[in-house]
């Protein structure tokens, strides 16, 4: 039996909350049952039970905060030099790898284009570890999260001769089939005080203000004032300023009609299953991972122009893809989804687009590419 190829995974957090962190964690795991790799993670913290990987804790200097992603970057390849690996599969921004997955779009377009801010030494120093690391030899495989983030950086590396390859995030489909879906329903609405004739929208983030929150209410609002509006609620769930939107609420005179859940850590698959239909109208998502999970959940989704994931949304067949800031398309896709039949039919093909998205699948792709690119390193080792 030929030796395990050693694969170095490079993320400062494994196993946290987050979907970048999700898919990462997922993935990994699942290469790491392979007895074909030996996985090691290089992480500043890490949550993993019962793993399979080997785990190389990397110090992070977080005073002055302009030398921390510099620091992580620093020791790891310190610590990756020391344990010995044959590929480096690196999710942040670090001095050399072999691959590196693109889970944002380019630092400095994040700060100046999206956050609309100059940028500090701090994002600076990130940008140069960026290039560094995109512009590396090495580095011969480039993949992105969505052709959202592959357009993004092909924008501003134009490719530097790499090999890019979409590698779109993977769900847990068996976990948000079980159950019965009625036993769900009835559940969300006894502990949310929604009635059964409620259309309950779905909202996840651990940020309200990225994830358009403020669009979404808008556009309820503007369904709400129409007779087929009036079932709809929603139904938000994560982290955010609260008082901040419910002061929103009130101005929109919806806030009988909006539930807040905080963060749920565990049984989220079953808020997916209680729910109708799943909206986030993000102002930048390179791909937004709770839209595939609540397409596993048969849920037809509801989003913005700017969510990678409309890569895999079919319009008006799975959901809907629009302008966040247009508050009477987003109030007419509510009012069309807030249909039975229309929930019925559009549910099932989102189920069925997920199915094509497996945690299985995607680590299949990215164990195939680990084989091409020792491949290529052997091919290039003299001797």
Not at 210 to 236: C, E, F, T
Not at 298 to 322: E, H, M, T, W, Y
Request: net charge positive.
């Amino acid at each position: 039996m030929r030796e395990p190829l050693k694969i170095g995974v490079v993320i400062p957090k494994y196993g946290t909350v987050g979907g970048g962190e999700k898919f990462v964690y997922e993935l990994t795991e699942r290469i790491a049952q392979d007895p074909n790799f030996e996985v090691h993670v290089f992480a500043n913290r890490w949550r993993a039970p019962d793993s399979q990987v080997f785990f190389h804790r990397i110090p992070i200097i977080t005073f002055p905060r302009f030398v921390s992603m510099w620091s992580f970057a620093w020791f790891a390849a310190r610590k990756i030099d020391r344990v010995g690996v044959d590929i480096i599969h690196t999710h942040e921004r670090i001095f050399d790898a072999d691959l590196f997955t693109m889970h944002g779009i380019p630092h400095r377009m994040w700060i100046e284009t999206v956050r609309k801010k100059r940028m500090s030494l701090f994002d600076r120093v990130y940008d140069h570890i960026e290039r560094r690391l995109v512009e590396s030899d090495r580095c011969k495989y480039l993949l992105p999260v969505s052709t959202l983030t592959r357009d993004a950086f092909m924008s501003v590396y134009d490719g530097y001769g790499k090999t890019v390859e979409i590698c779109y995030p993977g769900v847990e489909l068996q976990a948000f089939q079980y159950g019965q879906r009625t036993d769900f329903r009835k559940a969300v609405r006894e502990k949310y005080g929604f009635t059964a004739s409620d259309k309950i929208v779905l909202f996840v983030s651990m940020n309200f203000e990225i994830k358009g929150l403020d669009y979404l209410m808008a556009g309820l609002a503007a369904a709400k004032r129409k007779p087929a509006g009036m079932s709809l609620k929603l139904l938000v769930v994560g982290k955010g300023n609260i008082r901040k939107f419910e002061r929103m609420a009130n101005d929109l005179k919806i806030a009988e009609d909006i539930k807040f859940a905080g963060i749920v850590e565990e049984g989220i698959e079953q808020i997916y299953r209680g729910c109708d239909l799943f909206a986030m109208l993000s102002r930048f998502d390179t791909f937004g991972l709770t839209v595939l999970e609540a397409m596993a959940a048969s849920l037809p989704v509801l989003i913005s122009r700017q969510v990678g994931a409309k890569d895999i949304v079919v319009q008006g067949r799975n959901g809907f893809v629009v302008d966040r800031e247009d508050k009477e398309a987003v109030c007419s896709c509510l009012l069309t989804l807030a249909d039975d039949t229309n929930l019925e039919a559009m549910g099932r093909e989102a189920f069925q687009t997920a199915s094509k998205h497996s945690w299985e699948q995607a680590s299949h792709q990215v164990k195939q590419i680990y084989y091409s690119v020792k491949s290529f390193v052997s091919e290039k080792t003299p001797g």
